[in-house]
């Protein structure tokens, strides 16, 4: 588990075909690896991926060619810059929400817009996944947590601060820019309590029958 708070932002060093998969090297000076071990998680722009080899100043990975295929991860080219964070602990403070690391989709930047010191940004969810997004409710883009700030169909937007945008690759999302969706798990478990029962997705009425929601 993780929680979408990057820790560093490391950079693909290079890549090396392994039986039909590619291990992929990723360095980074931001992140310690003096108490990492081989088999530990590490979130790459919100893909969950096991450490295969580690050394000083970074850290190897195996991608299968459905995780190339599902995420970003296979866009990526030497040079190219990611969001890392290590798994939650204990002892971790969860300053984001529950991440799992586990892609559901890929999304698209439509738009990007300046208001005042901050960026909106405007994005199209995959079909089928709109409706685990709800407003002022969590999402995980790129391994960010973010807070969606209003929903529009299939499109939905998010604000960034300037402290986000330094400390995160978001600042490289153009209109076009495909990014890595995970949807609150919340919303996962909801729906998956109420199937059966109910006509699959959640709607207002169910939520507000169950106590999630307070009635107009």
């Known amino acids: 588990?993780?929680?979408?708070?990057?820790?560093?932002?490391?950079?693909?060093?290079?890549?090396?075909?392994?039986?039909?998969?590619?291990?992929?090297?990723?360095?980074s000076e931001g992140l310690d690896f003096a108490s990492a071990q081989l088999g530990d998680s590490i979130a790459v722009n919100g893909v969950c991926l096991t450490a295969v080899e580690l050394s000083g100043e970074g850290f190897?990975?195996?991608?299968?060619?459905?995780?190339?295929?599902?995420?970003?991860?296979?866009?990526?080219?030497?040079?190219?810059?990611?969001?890392?964070?290590?798994?939650?602990?204990?002892?971790?403070?969860?300053?984001?929400?529950?991440?799992s690391g586990h892609v559901d989709g890929l999304g698209e930047v439509v738009s990007a817009d300046e208001e005042a010191r901050s960026w909106r940004f405007l994005l199209r969810a995959p079909a089928g996944l709109e409706r685990y997004i709800a407003r002022k409710g969590s999402i995980c883009i790129d391994g960010v947590s973010l807070t969606v700030n209003g929903v529009d169909g299939d499109r939905f937007d998010v604000n960034i601060v300037p402290h986000t945008m330094a400390m995160t690759t978001i600042g490289e999302w153009r209109p076009g820019s495909r990014v890595n969706l995970e949807v609150d798990l919340v919303a996962r478990y909801l729906e998956r309590l109420f199937e059966g029962e109910r006509p699959a997705g959640i709607t207002g009425e169910m939520l507000e029958e169950y106590g999630f929601a307070k009635g107009r």
């Open 1 to 27: 588990m993780f929680t979408g708070i990057i820790k560093a932002v490391g950079t693909l060093a290079g890549t090396e075909p392994r039986g039909g998969d590619l291990r992929l090297q990723f360095a």
């Open 60 to 99: 190897a990975a195996d991608a299968s060619r459905e995780t190339l295929s599902l995420t970003t991860l296979g866009d990526l080219r030497p040079g190219s810059r990611v969001n890392l964070e290590p798994a939650l602990t204990l002892a971790t403070p969860l300053g984001g929400h529950l991440v």
